[in-house]
């Protein structure tokens, strides 16, 4: 009886002291847990017009990948991709160059498309990301159109984190029945227009250093009319993109107090 006792004791001792092992390891794990994991891609996952300074100048990055991510068919026009780099290059001064990468894909399924199914599309098929004195920039040309979409207003597109952005190409391709000089028109106004965007303009930051021109009745966009800014890419009437493209030959420019906004953050 004396023994059993004992034995009991002993075991439940065991028990005990396995229990408080366990707990330990459980503590130790948990510790483990809250390390944080350096993410290779948090640089490029910070909010829109954070990076905007670290784009136009040469001081923190010298090169600028820009990646242009599209499927077969979704492919943008020759004539955008020419006048985007020479846009870009026309703004940025990066003492090792602009490269521009192009990544074909397969198209991308469940469209039209949330703007956190535009992430995850990002998170699959983006391969170039900010790493030592290269900032890289996402472009993807969605096969898809925005779930936002109704019988009558479109999204052309949204730049939607610090160096990323969506163009509803197929959008696009409809909106323009595929015409040879109204596609890359509107093509070309929105890849730049959303680059605005991730330049911080219009006021993305609450930064306008300059006398203020952000359009109060359509927030985040510039209030001279004429100025790329000045147009909006999102929620607009379908028929107000076909005046737009059939009343005008060339992509519209920044205005004055747009360049001089991102002067400043060039650091001239
Ligand atoms: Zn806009
Ligand atoms: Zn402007």
């Known amino acids: 009886m004396k023994n059993r006792f004992l034995a009991m004791k002993i075991m439940f001792r065991n028990i005990t002291f396995f229990f408080l092992l366990a707990i330990a390891l459980q503590a130790c794990k948990k510790d483990d847990d809250n390390q944080p994991v350096e993410d290779p891609r948090a640089e490029n996952k910070q909010p829109l017009g954070a990076s905007a300074e670290d784009i136009l100048s040469n001081s923190t990055y010298q090169k600028l990948t820009v990646e242009l991510v599209y499927s077969e068919f979704y492919k943008p026009t020759q004539q955008t991709i020419n006048h985007f780099k020479d846009f870009i290059n026309g703004l940025v001064n990066k003492s090792q160059g602009v490269v521009f990468v192009e990544t074909v894909v397969e198209e991308q399924p469940n469209d039209p498309f949330t703007i956190e199914e535009i992430k995850e599309i990002e998170d699959r098929v983006r391969t170039q990301y900010t790493e030592g004195n290269n900032i890289a920039i996402y472009v993807f040309f969605s096969n898809g159109s925005s779930q936002n979409d109704t019988q009558t207003r479109v999204t052309l597109g949204t730049a939607y984190r610090n160096t990323s952005m969506v163009i509803y190409e197929r959008t696009i391709k409809v909106v323009t029945n595929e015409d040879s000089v109204t596609l890359p028109l509107l093509e070309t ?80």
Do not use: W
């Open 189 to 268: 106004t929105t890849v730049e227009h959303e680059f605005g965007h991730i330049l911080g303009l219009t006021n993305i930051q609450n930064d306008d250093i300059h006398e203020s021109h952000e359009d109060l009745e359509n927030l985040k966009h510039c209030k001279v009319e004429g100025c790329l800014m000045y147009y909006d890419a999102t929620n607009v009437t379908k028929s107000s993109v076909r005046n737009f493209v059939q009343g005008r030959n060339s992509v519209p420019v920044f205005d004055p107090l747009c360049l001089e906004d991102l002067d400043e953050k060039r650091g001239l």
